[in-house]
């Protein structure tokens, strides 16, 4: 199903690397959350995406919401990859065999060239300025990203399907829309 403002979701069981049988209905009660679907955690693009996301996540906080990153990462490999559940300040959804991006439509490119769209050579550019380089590849390599704001009543307020590898809203962009 895709997604738009005003569709209710129901509750997804999920796996992180650390906790497996989560439940989406259980963790967004009394916030506002945004679902960021990227590709997987060796993709050079979304190690970027979840540094800039950390970095800034008191944004985050400020409005009372939460980010939850989906990936196509096996969480057994993520967890030996992280080593702690503290690593990053949002909780990151194993999805390898890609369910989710299915239920919610969240389809791959037709080619390469499409995933690699508007702004994701600045973004790769940036990442290797930081020494983020590419790591394992799983999932579906052209894999578009996502980004959907869920309510406390499972409720869809805000839902983008990304063009490119790069369109994705910022952390600013984020915040704001966490806080409508």
């Known amino acids: 199903m895709k997604l738009v403002p005003g569709i ?3 509750n997804i069981v999920y796996n992180t690397p650390f906790r497996s049988g989560q439940s989406l209905a259980d963790k967004v ?18 190690q970027y995406d979840m540094l800039l ?4 996540y008191a944004k985050i906080h400020a409005v009372n919401g939460q980010v939850k990153v989906v990936l196509q990462s096996d969480p057994k490999l993520l967890a030996e ?22 239920l ?22 940036a990442a290797k ?9 799983e999932g579906v390599e052209e894999q578009l990203p996502a980004a959907f704001v869920i309510d406390e009543n499972m409720s869809v307020t805000y839902a983008h ?10 952390v ?7 806080k409508m």
């Open 8 to 10: 209710k979701i129901d």
């Open 29 to 46: 009660a009394g916030h506002k959350t945004l679902l960021l679907f990227l590709r997987y955690y060796g993709c050079t693009l979304c």
């Open 53 to 56: 996301l950390k970095e800034q």
């Open 81 to 102: 990859e992280l080593g702690s559940a503290d690593v990053y300040p949002f909780e990151i959804i194993c999805d390898p065999d890609g369910a989710l991006y299915r």
């Open 104 to 125: 919610f439509e969240v389809n791959p490119a037709a080619s390469m060239a499409e995933l690699g769209g508007d702004g994701v050579m600045e973004k790769i550019k």
């Open 129 to 137: 300025e930081r020494g983020l380089t590419h790591g394992r590849y």
């Open 161 to 170: 399907y990304g063009t490119n590898g790069a369109d994705i809203p910022d």
């Open 172 to 178: 600013d962009e984020m915040a704001e829309l966490l």
